[in-house]
């Protein structure tokens, strides 16, 4: 089945530094989305970008469908930032998901 | 709109005790999925119904494990006789179509002493 790898597995920035993250996957997706999980677990889609370059705000997503990469770049970083950031692609009706960047950013 | 509603959001049981979980999908949402998320793990699929019909249980665990959905508006998970590594939270998702963006609940955390 699907497999999702993300790095890096966590990752410590000041507050202003940006953040590159990247999620591999193991075959083409039709679907793939950024989630972001806050310390108290509730799960957000950040951006569906199953392939090209998409911005919103300070987020950048730039996919590669046949290179099976995704990049997700967090520009100006901020301490609510801090969480984890989850890629997740389409297996049918499932999403799975990779095992997530932990991102700590410090005042 | 309230989003998707999970209950309780943590629940703390004995070894061997039931736990069922609740989810109330958005309105209008036809399919309602359940996932796991273990620090070991990860995020995992558990479930999905559409338009209240099992679809696919491919992710419970074969023994203590069922899900339930009565009718539009709620879905259950039910672990009988729990065991320590069912500690995990567990989360709902719902959507307008199988096919269409997945919006999650809180999640329910459960922890089995």
């Known amino acids: 089945g699907q497999q999702v790898q993300q790095s890096p597995a966590s990752l410590v920035l000041q507050e202003g530094e940006n953040a590159e993250l990247q999620c591999n996957f193991s075959?083409?997706?039709?679907?793939l989305q950024w989630f972001y999980q806050s310390p108290g677990g509730s799960l957000v889609s950040l951006l569906s970008?199953?392939?090209g370059t998409k911005h919103t705000g300070r987020l950048t997503s730039t996919t590669v469908t046949k290179e099976r990469r995704s990049s997700l770049h967090i520009s100006s970083s901020q301490t609510t930032d801090s969480g984890t950031y989850l890629c997740?692609?389409?297996?049918?009706?499932?999403?799975?998901f990779g095992k997530g960047t932990h991102l700590h950013v410090l005042p | 709109n309230a989003g998707v509603i999970q209950t309780p959001r943590h629940k703390v049981t004995g070894k061997g005790q039931e736990a069922t979980l609740w989810c109330e999908p958005i309105?209008?949402?036809?399919?309602v999925f359940w996932y796991r998320q273990t620090i070991v793990q990860g995020l995992e699929f558990l479930t999905y119904?559409?338009?209240?019909?099992?679809?696919?249980d491919s992710g419970m665990p074969k023994e203590r494990f069922s899900a339930q959905m009565p009718n539009q508006s709620h879905s259950t998970l039910k672990i009988q006789s729990t065991q320590p590594q069912d500690s995990a939270v567990y989360l709902c998702?719902?959507?307008?179509?199988?096919?269409?963006?997945?919006?999650f609940g809180p999640g329910t955390r459960l922890l089995v002493l």
């Open positions: 998702a719902s959507s307008f179509g199988n096919q269409d963006t997945q919006y």
């Open positions: 075959s083409t997706a039709t679907q």
């Open positions: 970008n199953p392939s």
């Open positions: 997740a692609i389409d297996d049918a009706y499932k999403v799975i």
């Open positions: 309105s209008g949402h036809s399919a």
């Open positions: 119904f559409r338009n209240q019909a099992p679809i696919d």
